[in-house]
Structures are given as structure tokens and as C-alpha cells.
């Protein structure tokens, strides 16, 4: 479990990503000064659970409490009892910024949503969604063009836009043995999903599979997140970083140790001139990535790009 700390070193990285990877034209025209976002400088709360950005550019900070939207100067916290823009609940789990611009909030409650220059908008109340069925908790929305995927702890909802059940696919009996879905990218109309339990593809039929050439270990292991390439993926798990090409087959592997990383990154962001920025709870470091040449691909030896210390 995160301690407040590491809630605070969460923070600091996430704003570090957003602001120099996804806000190109801003960052060639300014110099930024990288500091700190915490209650002291008006956060509603320490415990970060998600951070993205819209299309926009304000970074928008999901807490246990209140939701935050981050211009680079001022901060607007969004709560239940607020006068001007209520939100719904409080205890935010997980963001996701859809192709249309729209902001998806999943919360300990409900799914709600804004639209650009507009106010939220309840979808739906999660304890109408298991009524049937317990579910212990929820861990990710991810949008798609014709519906919504809702994550917890039993399984997955499909959801349409207007909140009513299409299906749901439970994970008892499909072999998962996940407890989380930590991230998610698309993968031929399919969904690529790293989890507590592995590597795994969920078609649009509800099916769970893991291709039999994975490996064992790509298999088995936590995978935290995955990053696409012009040429394939990369996979970052618990004790290694996994290259697979366009078909999910493995190329090659490299432990952290053996790339001079002393602490296990969770957050990684991937540059146009093929450097891979990795994030953990103290340091920030860089990697280089070589060509995709004959189903062979280089991971040069990480340096150190920002040590948060601590």
C-alpha cells in the first residue's frame, strides 16, 4: 500500500510526464520550473490515484478526496458539496480521457463524465451495475468507440453511453486469477491488458487468452504497464522490461538490475526519438531503444533524468 510519501513522489512525477510529454508546443516555447504539487499548494488531498490530460492541457487528478484540475498555475478542486460544479462523489479511482475529448471518472460509487466546457454528468450508480452479483471493488473504466469496459474485482461490464449493461464477463472460470487490471491498450479491436497475473488479450466476445509462445515469466509475473512502439510493444513487469513485436511475440527481455535501475518503475512514457522515460518513486531515468532490426531490439543502459530523493 502507498504511503503518504509515495502519494507525494506520485504527484511530482505524474506532473513531470504530463507537462514536458503531453504538451509539446507548450514546452518549446517556455522553460518550466519542475516543482511539487501537494495540499500546500491547494491539492485537495495527498492520495493520488490517477492523473491524465485532456486535450486541452489541464492535468486532472483523481484523489480519495475530490477530483483536481491542474492549469500549471491554478488548481480547481471539484467535491460533492461544491457550490459552482458538484461532482457526484468524492473518492476517485480511475480517469480516462476519451478519443472525443470526454473526460470517463469512476469513482468508489458512481461513473460519471464531462464534456469539454461542460458540467458532469452522472452515468450511472455502480451498485445498480451488481446487483446480482458480488463485487468487492472497481479498478478501471477504459472507453471505446461503441461502449464503455468497466474492471473489478470479479470480472468485466460492458456498459453503453447512455449507463445500461450490454454484457459482462465474469473472471471465475476464465483462468485470470487477477486481482487487478493495472493497464490497458488497444491491440487489433482487442484489448491488451497487464495484470497482477500476467500478460492477457480480452476479445470483444468476453474470451481471456495469453498466446502460448509468451514465456513464463511474461506469462505469470505482475505487469504494470504497456507501452506501444512503432514497431511492437514493451512490457514493464515487476522485475523486467519485455519486448514483443507487432504479433505479442516475445524478442527480448531485460531484467532492471542489468539496466542500472535500482527501484521498479510504474509509469513510463515513450518519445518520437525512441527514448523511454521511466518513472519510479524516487527517480525519473532514461532509456535508450534501439532499432527493431531482425526481430532484435537494444535497450541501452539507463541513466538518471531526475532524482526526487527522499
Known sequence: MLTNKHHHYLIIISLFFNVFFCTP???SQYHHTFDSLSTRHGLSQNSVNDITQ???GYIWIGTFNGLNKYDGVRNTIFLQNSMQEAIPDNQIIDLEIAKTGRL???SKQFIFYRDPDKSFETLVSLDTLHAKEKVRYYTKVVSTPEKLLVFHSEGVIELSFKGKVIDSYPFKGKKLNAWRIMDEVEYNNQHLLATTNG????KNNGEWYQPVHWSSDLKNQVQNMVVQTPSGYLVLGYKSIQVLDKDLS??????YTTLGLDYIPFRAALT??????L????????????QFNNNAAELANAKVALDIGG
Open 25 to 27: 508546443a507548450i514546452a
Open 54 to 56: 485532456d486535450k486541452n
Open 104 to 106: 470517463w471518472i469512476l
Open 199 to 202: 500478460l492477457w488479450l480480452l
Open 250 to 255: 516475445l524478442i527480448s527481455e531485460r531484467q
Open 272 to 277: 518520437k526519438d525512441g527514448t523511454l522515460w
Open 279 to 290: 518513472a519510479t518513486y524516487k527517480k525519473i531515468y532514461q532509456l535508450k531503444i534501439g
